[in-house]
């Protein structure tokens, strides 16, 4: 099946340290990648979708600078969190969508981030 | 409104209870339904999918109500292993997903 990495598992990091968090389809071709972001005991939250070769398209209230996404390959998004403050400590998942109608998503496995 | 909700719970149960989910969403256009498992500190990992004629996994049972707009998880005899946040997941197209918040189901010894 379709196999989504992401890439670190976790970070521990100074208050304006930038962060990139990587996710790659390892055996696929993704043109969208989705990034969320969950905080403890809470749902996952959208916050934009990458498209390969173009924009991303972020959610109200996701700040584009802060989050700073490239999706330069159809194998690779990146997000960055520039000048990551302890607010933005967080649990970031990455996913490709469904490859066809009835489908699951495919999630990476999620990176802990945590500022100091 | 929530577009997808579901008890946070927590539930606790003993080992070898019965235990049922359920999960309400608002969009009626929505094409297909997951249960998601994640553990603390985890990626979510897929349970099943839910099927309109209601499907079973060895103890694990989903059911679709469309008219209602609900779906429902069953888990027979509790496994501690089974201790875990139950995502419910609504798909309105490819692009489009929805979650709920999740039910924390803790089994107990």
């Known amino acids: 099946g379709a196999v989504v990495s992401q890439h670190p598992s976790w970070v521990i990091c100074k208050s304006g340290t930038s962060v990139k968090i990587e996710c790659r389809s390892l055996?696929?071709?993704?043109?969208?990648m989705f990034w969320y972001r969950q905080f403890p005991k809470q749902s996952l939250m959208l916050m934009a979708t990458?498209?390969?070769?173009?924009?991303?398209?972020?959610e109200q209230g996701v700040e584009k600078d802060k989050f700073l996404i490239n999706h330069a390959s159809l194998t690779l998004s990146t997000l960055t969190v520039t000048s990551a403050h302890p607010e933005d400590s967080s649990f970031y998942i990455c996913?490709?969508?469904?490859?066809?109608?009835?489908?699951?998503?495919?999630f990476g496995d999620g990176t802990r981030l945590s500022i100091l | 409104r929530k577009e997808v909700e579901q008890d946070p719970g927590p539930f606790n149960v003993p080992e070898g209870a019965t235990v049922a989910f359920n999960c309400t969403y608002s969009?009626?256009?929505?094409?297909?339904f997951f249960w998601y498992r994640q553990d603390c500190r985890k990626e979510p990992k897929l349970l099943m999918s839910?099927?309109?004629s209601g499907n079973e996994d060895g103890r694990f049972t989903a059911q679709l109500n469309r008219a209602s707009q609900y779906i429902s998880l069953l888990i027979r005899d509790s496994k501690l292993s089974d201790s875990a946040t139950y995502l419910c997941?609504?798909?309105?197209?490819?692009?489009?997903?929805?979650f709920g918040a999740g039910t924390r189901l803790t089994v107990k010894p």
């Open positions: 990458s498209n390969e070769g173009s924009k991303a398209t972020y």
């Open positions: 996913s490709a969508p469904p490859n066809g109608p009835n489908q699951p998503q495919h």
């Open positions: 839910v099927y309109s």
């Open positions: 997941v609504v798909n309105i197209d490819n692009n489009d997903m929805r």
């Open positions: 055996d696929f071709q993704a043109t969208t």
């Open positions: 969009n009626s256009a929505s094409q297909s």
